[in-house]
C-alpha cells in the first residue's frame, strides 16, 4: 500500500491538501468543523482536552490544540479554512499564520504582499484596457 | 427561452465581506479595489438579471471533508448564509429557483457531468462576498440566486478543463430552458494567493493578467496546465481561478470585454474583476 506521488510535491514550502493529508488530519478537521457552531465552541472553550478527546484527536495534535500552536497544527495537516475557525476568534489571523511559517512578523508579511504587486498598474497599462479610476 | 447576458468575475476573500461591513471601502487600502467595481456593477444594474448563478468553493460551511463532490448545485427555493465560525455576521437569505436548478441539473447530467444536487446548501463567504460586492448588502436582495460549488479545498480538485467543459455544458443547459430569463454567471475567487506553508504570500502579477487576458479571449491556453502547474505558479489556494472558466465556459467565444480591473494585494490575494458580455 502506498501513497501516490504528485507533482505538486515538489513546489517548495508548499503543503497541498490532498487524500493523503486529509485522510491523516480528519479527526481533527472534524472538530474544527464544529466550531461554526457556537454552543460547540463554548463546549471548546470549557473544556479543550476532554473536547479533543470526544473527536480523538490525541497525540502530538492535541498537544498543539492546547498550547494553542496554529503553526503546529497546519504543519500536522489540519486544513487552513477549519483552523481558521479555531485560530481567527482567539487573535491569530491568516495573515499571522503565514508569517510564523516563514519566521517572520505579520508587517513584515504584509509589506511583502506590496512589495510583490509593485509595478502593477504599469503592466496593466502595457497591456492596456485596464480600469485605473 | 432564457438569455445568458454575459458573466463577472469577483474575489470572494473574507476580507472583502469584513471591510464591507466595517465601512472601510473608502479606506486608502481599500478604495481602488472596491472603486473598481462600479463599472461591473453600472453594466449588471443595466443587464438586470432575474437570476446569477454563482460559481464558487465552499470553505467548511456546508460541505465537510466527510462527503465533497467536485460539482454541487443548488437545487432550493432559498440559500441560508450562516455562522463560519469566525465573527462575520451572516446576512439576509438568498431565493433560489428551484425548477431552473433542477433543469440545470437534468441537463447537466445528460451532457454526463454527473453534479451533487443541494435541496438544502448553506452558502458561506465564496458565495456572499461577491454578491455584496456586485450589489451592495442589503435585507432583501434584488435578484434570485443559484450556488454552484466547485471543490477547490481538498485535492483531487477538478482541471481547468473540466472547469471549460462544465461552463459549456451549463451554457446549453442555460439556453435551453424554457421560460423567458436573463441570467448572468459569477465566476468568483482566485487570483494567485497561498495562505500556508513557507511560500504563504505569494502573488503574481504577471501570472495574473495573463489569466485575465487569456480567460477573456483563449480560455483553451488555462487548460493546457495541469494542477500542480496551476498551484506552481498561482499557490495553492489560486487553484481557485480555475473557477472562472466556468463562467467563461458558458459564454459565447466572442463574448465581449465590457470591464477589466486587478488590484494586489488584497489581503493575501491578487484579486480580479472581469466582465464579459454575450
Not at chain 1, 501516490?4 to 485522510?23: L, M, N, S
Not at chain 2, 429557483?97 to 453534479?115: G, K, M, N, R, Y
Not at chain 2, 504563504?200 to 493546457?224: H, N, Q, S, Y
Request: aromatic fraction near 10%.
Amino acid at each position: 500500500m502506498v501513497w501516490k506521488k504528485h507533482a505538486y510535491e515538489d513546489i517548495p514550502g508548499t503543503y497541498v491538501f490532498d487524500g493523503r493529508t486529509a485522510h491523516a488530519s480528519y479527526a481533527i478537521n472534524k472538530m474544527l468543523y464544529t466550531f461554526n457552531d457556537e454552543k460547540c465552541r463554548d463546549e471548546f472553550q470549557a473544556d479543550p482536552a476532554a473536547y479533543c478527546d470526544k473527536f480523538g484527536v490525541t497525540g502530538k495534535l492535541k498537544e498543539t490544540v492546547l498550547k494553542k500552536d496554529f503553526l503546529g497544527m497546519l504543519r500536522l495537516g489540519c486544513n487552513i479554512y477549519f483552523m481558521a475557525k479555531m485560530a481567527i476568534p482567539r487573535g491569530t489571523s491568516v495573515q499571522d499564520a503565514g508569517a510564523a511559517f516563514q519566521g517572520i512578523t505579520t508587517k513584515e508579511f504584509q509589506d511583502k504582499l506590496f512589495q510583490r504587486a509593485e509595478g502593477m498598474i504599469g503592466k496593466m497599462e502595457k497591456i492596456g484596457g485596464y480600469w485605473n479610476g | 427561452m432564457a438569455r445568458l447576458l454575459g458573466g463577472v468575475t469577483s474575489s470572494h476573500i473574507p476580507a472583502v465581506g469584513n471591510a464591507i461591513a466595517n465601512g472601510q471601502t473608502q479606506t486608502p487600502y481599500w478604495k481602488r479595489f472596491f472603486d473598481g467595481y462600479e463599472p461591473a456593477k453600472a453594466w449588471l444594474k443595466k443587464a438586470a438579471p432575474d437570476v446569477i448563478i454563482v460559481v464558487y468553493n465552499d470553505h467548511g460551511l456546508n460541505f465537510f471533508l466527510d462527503k465533497v463532490p467536485t460539482f454541487a448545485l443548488g437545487c432550493a427555493d432559498i440559500y441560508e448564509n450562516a455562522d463560519e465560525g469566525w465573527g462575520l455576521k451572516p446576512v439576509s437569505p438568498f431565493q433560489g429557483d428551484a425548477e431552473f436548478s433542477w433543469h440545470l441539473a437534468e441537463s447537466l447530467v445528460e451532457q454526463e457531468f454527473d453534479i451533487c444536487t443541494c435541496q438544502e446548501m448553506k452558502v458561506d463567504h465564496g458565495f456572499v462576498n461577491p454578491i455584496r460586492a456586485l450589489y451592495g448588502t442589503l435585507e432583501k436582495w434584488p435578484v434570485k440566486a443559484i450556488p454552484l460549488a466547485v471543490n477547490t479545498v481538498q485535492h483531487p480538485v477538478p482541471t481547468a478543463a473540466r472547469c471549460l467543459k462544465l461552463g459549456r455544458a451549463l451554457g446549453k443547459a442555460i439556453a435551453s430552458y424554457p421560460e423567458d430569463i436573463k441570467v448572468v454567471i459569477f465566476g468568483t475567487g482566485g487570483l494567485s494567493h497561498q495562505l500556508q506553508g513557507e511560500r504563504a504570500g505569494l502573488i503574481d502579477v504577471d501570472f495574473d493578467l495573463e489569466c485575465i487576458e487569456k480567460i477573456a479571449a483563449e480560455p483553451e491556453w488555462m487548460t493546457r496546465f495541469s494542477n500542480s502547474e496551476i498551484m506552481a505558479r498561482a499557490g495553492t489556494e489560486g487553484i481557485e481561478t480555475i473557477m472562472w472558466l466556468v463562467m467563461r465556459g458558458a459564454l459565447r467565444d466572442d463574448a465581449k470585454v465590457i470591464h477589466k480591473h486587478y488590484h494586489a494585494p488584497i489581503s493575501n490575494t491578487g484579486a480580479g474583476v472581469l466582465v464579459l458580455e454575450n
